[in-house]
């Protein structure tokens, strides 16, 4: 069979992505894009060792122009939507890194690229493929803790030891400007597929800013919540943020015959299931959950790594269960709209925002032209601040990250 010819658009983070497509034997890697001449050095090093045959690109336009069924979009957050329905007319198949989108004209925009082409577009949202959390999924769908009532699900990691690796202090970095509840799929989206189930209601709620992403140039509430009203009438705790921790990540589901938790500890599980008769009397459960795939166990983020890119090569190939398994369009709308209208509800005291079921045409005019976001270059004259009491940063902080950059040092 031949193999998927596909391409990696950034880098960085594109380097996970890299690493699996020269491992695969039923897709190559066939280009790569960056503007950063260093990391494509580095996939050119590493293609030479395995001896494959990788064209490396400075511009998008170039690498547009090579051999590519598929294309893994790995630039920047805000920057995917323009990018794939770029891609997607251009007859490529879409993997998406996080996040889907800036703002609800473009998860609009994106939807009716995917309906129009009737590519593959999936959404790389790796939190939802540990093996615990993909345990989770199995035994919620089997209807072991009967029906959602409440679920939580935290994404707490303290970046700041890393941000000048990941924001070279540039002021405009995307993780500099955006908002408290942007970055927000690693918390909701595990919940969404676990359960099925979609948002249909959100308030935003944000926390101060910390001091100690103040002075590495960050300018967003440290900590974004989101609590989302479900279709089933259930309610979700979504939080996420650069917050400290003891534990960096935890998912919980409570159902109206038990619950199931994923504690973020060596892929364990714990669950309380009731029987029939079994009112506060039922089973509990601790243990391990093994990973479907075990070779997906090298690969980084508790194996999820693994999973996006191989759901998203095999729906290209047809395979129904990998598309069941792989977030598509819908569902990678729904786990980012949350976000982007908590965020509205952040600024509007906390209000409660309508989630649209953008599945449905009909839905969509209300927000085909609402680029509200707080990236300047995205959102025109509809501009977010960044922060409801604006700050203002100096020059001089940047600089300094820009020196921990360089001298890679923590931030
Ligand atoms: N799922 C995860 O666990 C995870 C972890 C880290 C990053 N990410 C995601 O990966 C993506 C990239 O993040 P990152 O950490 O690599 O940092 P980043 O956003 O700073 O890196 C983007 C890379 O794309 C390149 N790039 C952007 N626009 C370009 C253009 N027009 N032409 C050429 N090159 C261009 C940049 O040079 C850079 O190397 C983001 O979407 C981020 O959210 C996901």
């Known amino acids: 069979m031949a193999k998927i010819r596909v391409g990696v658009f950034g880098g960085a983070r594109g380097f996970t992505m890299i690493n699996q497509l020269l491992a695969r034997d039923d897709a190559v890697l066939t280009a790569v894009c960056d503007k950063y001449r260093p990391l494509l050095d580095r996939v050119g090093k590493k293609a030479e060792e395995l001896g494959q045959k990788v064209a490396l690109c400075e511009s998008f336009d170039e690498f547009m122009e090579q051999e590519m069924d598929a294309v893994v979009l790995a630039n920047y957050a805000n920057e995917h939507v323009p990018y794939a329905v770029r891609l997607l007319d251009s007859g490529r198949h879409v993997m998406s890194e996080v996040l889907t989108c800036s ?18 577009y999936t959404y790389a949202e ?13 035994r919620y769908l089997a209807g072991d803790i009967g029906e959602l009532l409440y679920a939580e699900g935290e994404y707490i990691h303290d970046c700041s030891s890393i941000w000048p690796q990941i924001t070279y202090g540039e002021r405009n970095h995307w993780r500099n400007l955006m908002s408290s509840t942007f970055y927000n799929t690693h918390s909701l989206g595990p919940l969404l597929k676990m359960t099925g189930l979609r948002p249909v209601s959100v308030s935003g709620f944000e926390t101060p800013l910390s001091p100690h992403m103040l002075e590495l140039g960050a300018c967003f509430g440290s900590g974004g919540m989101e609590i989302v009203t479900l279709n089933n009438g259930a309610i ?74 191989h759901f998203f090569i095999r729906s290209i190939l047809g395979d129904e269960e990998a598309k069941k398994m792989a977030v598509n369009v819908y569902e990678a709308v729904d786990m980012c709209t949350p976000g982007i209208l908590g965020y509205k509800s952040v600024l509007e005291g906390n209000r409660s925002y309508r989630v649209p079921d953008l599945r449905r045409p009909e839905e969509r005019d209300a927000w085909r032209n609402d680029r509200a976001c ?7 004259d509809q501009l977010l601040p960044n922060r409801i009491d604006s700050i203002s940063v100096p020059d001089s902080t940047y600089e300094r990250v820009k020196q921990l950059w360089i001298d890679k040092k923590p931030g």
């Open 374 to 380: 707080t990236f300047p270059d995205i959102a025109g």
């Open 103 to 120: 703002n609800m004209a473009e998860a609009v925009e994106l939807i009716e690229a995917v309906e129009r082409t009737g590519l593959v």
């Open 236 to 309: 979700v705790k979504s939080l996420h943020g650069d917050l400290k921790h003891a534990a960096h990540s935890r998912y919980y589901l409570s159902g109206t015959r038990g619950g199931l938790l994923d504690p973020n500890k060596d892929c364990m599980v714990c669950a309380y299931t009731e029987g029939p008769g079994e009112n506060c009397r039922g089973k509990k459960e601790e243990y391990k959950a093994e990973h479907p795939i075990a070779e997906a166990g090298q690969t980084g983020h508790g194996g999820g790594d693994y999973y996006t890119v």
């Open 126 to 138: 790796n939190y939802c493929y540990t093996p615990a959390r993909q345990e989770m999924r199995r």
